[in-house]
């Protein structure tokens, strides 16, 4: 039997209409592009964002998700010194960005990420890969497990810069998903993502000092990250994101043909995110996320979403007084036992009559079956009174 709970009765949620529309619109110039709300993960806009692209340095934020995670795993620290090869050096071409490396020099994994990060060297990637793995072919298998891990579907690294490969590829969907998870994932190191300029203190010349390419840190500060790119054949391409109260906005595009139209069209997509759509948050109350068992070890089994934090979703601005029942279904009795992080409920979001929004619930603890005894009378108890 389909067991329902109506949550809440009417949640009265008092929209300010900034103007009459409801929608994201992906501007015209731009060829690939998606717009996520972080903590939701929800798509609000989203254009051939499953075609392949050539990431570029958009690869680099996955050469910093590898170095993040043997920083966590203790397998290196950031006052490690790698040196640099003739390859590294080397492999800047004209016009790729450059941290300036020189050959046989020894220079910490700190002042590698910024040179990664910020000034988005070329050099600074084959250094870290190498310093890591031994060679960039191997770090990429690094790369690609990690993709893997966070369901990266449509990607392939097969080099830690970016450089123009055809066996490096990923699409803008896949770009947001990395940068979600490295926002979820690294707080401790991603403040690297929002410094404005880095200066390399070089041997044998003067400290060079070179600012973000991410021109919106600069032009508005609840943009916190992440990363620019260019190549030929994929042109100019950013993913970004802007954290304001509790809503976090990430956007990803590529293929916008000159760098100013690329920081136009983003900064057009983060404001029209945080102005035309309201993140609605619905903390976990235990009387209203709570099962009744039957026949369990326990009686009452607390059931929560993806996010440990609360529900999320998304609701236009425009949407006045509107008024949103909630609804928690599932099968009554459920089957015993019951794993912890089984799914056993689907909440649902209702617009008047319109399903708004759903999500999975997942069980928060094992149930078994209970005692013999407690459970015949309880049997007994359910035919007298039903």
Known sequence: M????LLFLSIIINFFCVNSFSQVIIPDKVKYGIVIDHFSGTTLAQKNSDTRI???????IMTAVIVF??????????????????K??????????????????????????????????????????????????????????????????????SNSSGTFSKDNYSTVRDIALLSSYLINNYQEYYKYFKEKDFAWVRTGGNPVKQENRNVLLFMDESVDGIKTGHLADSKYSIAVTKKKDNKRIIVVISGLPT????????????????????????????????IKIWNGSSSYLDVRGRNKDGIFFNLPKNLKNTKIKMELEYEYP??????????????????????VYSE?????????EKNRFFKGIQNINYYLWR
């Open 2 to 5: 389909i067991f329902r709970v």
């Open 54 to 60: 050539s990431p570029a340095s958009l690869t680099k």
């Open 69 to 86: 995670d043997q920083l966590k795993n203790k397998k290196i620290k950031l006052k490690d010194q790698f040196t640099v090869s003739k």
């Open 88 to 157: 590294a050096w080397n492999s800047t071409k004209s016009g790729e960005s450059t941290m300036f490396l020189v050959p046989g020099d020894k220079v910490s994994v700190e002042d590698l990420l910024r040179g990664l990060i910020i000034v988005s060297g070329v050099d600074a990637s084959i250094v870290l890969a190498e310093g890591i793995s031994g060679s960039e072919d191997q770090f990429a298998l690094l790369m690609n497990a990690k993709a893997k891990e966070i369901n990266m579907s449509s990607t392939n690294f």
């Open 259 to 290: 760098m100013s139209s690329r920081a136009e069209s983003a900064k057009f997509l983060l404001n029209s995110a945080f102005n035309k759509i309201d993140l609605i948050k619905i903390p976990y109350d235990k009387d209203k996320f709570r």
């Open 334 to 355: 459920l089957s015993i036992p019951i794993k912890k992080y089984d799914k056993v409920a689907v909440l649902r979001v209702y617009n008047n009559k319109e399903v």
């Open 360 to 368: 999975d619930l997942f069980a928060q603890k094992d149930i078994g």
